[in-house]
């Protein structure tokens, strides 16, 4: 990938992330702000027919994919559906083989290994912040969300 930013172990990225969804099902969006030094990079993208988790969740995919080294991540989101996927949910999807707990695959589990194996290549500190309380850098997420969903049509 292009215009990727290298971390190192002397600097921490900061990433915030959003997606966001017209219908659920519907068309989405997703936003990330990537921080890096004194750099930001703001990326987003779009998908049809989709959910607002699948977008809150290619969001972070989408923001690791643009980061390469080593050192700390802080990725910020405002869904508690990620923050407590990967930090908790996932130990006992991969110890049931990706089953949830009614023996049914988990929702979005091809998305979900894509994020577990850039928390086991990074060090990353997922942190849960409110949606829509002023954050700047969690509003702007929010912002490119919507703005690609608008692009889209």
């Known amino acids: 990938m292009q215009n990727r930013l290298l971390i190192n172990p002397m600097n921490k990225i900061k ?18 702000v990537i921080i890096c030094n004194d750099e930001v990079k703001e990326i987003k993208g779009y998908s049809k027919n989709t959910t607002n988790n699948k977008m809150e969740l290619l ?14 991540i802080e990725i910020y989101t405002d869904s508690m559906y990620l923050k407590n996927g990967i930090t908790n ?12 707990s009614s023996k ?8 979900w290994e894509e994020i577990d194996k850039f928390n086991n290549k990074y060090k990353i500190s997922w942190i849960w912040v409110k949606a829509h309380n002023g954050d700047f850098y969690n509003e702007r997420a929010d912002q ?8 889209m049509n």
Do not use: F, Q
């Open 15 to 32: 990433i915030y992330t959003d997606g966001a969804c017209k219908g659920n099902p519907g068309n989405g969006g997703w936003g990330a």
């Open 59 to 72: 969001a972070s995919i989408m923001a690791l994919r643009t980061v390469d080294g080593e050192g700390d």
């Open 89 to 100: 949910w996932i130990h006992n999807w991969k110890k049931n083989n990706w089953l949830n």
């Open 104 to 111: 049914k695959v988990i929702k979005n589990k091809e998305l």
């Open 144 to 151: 490119l969300a919507n703005i690609a969903i608008k692009e």
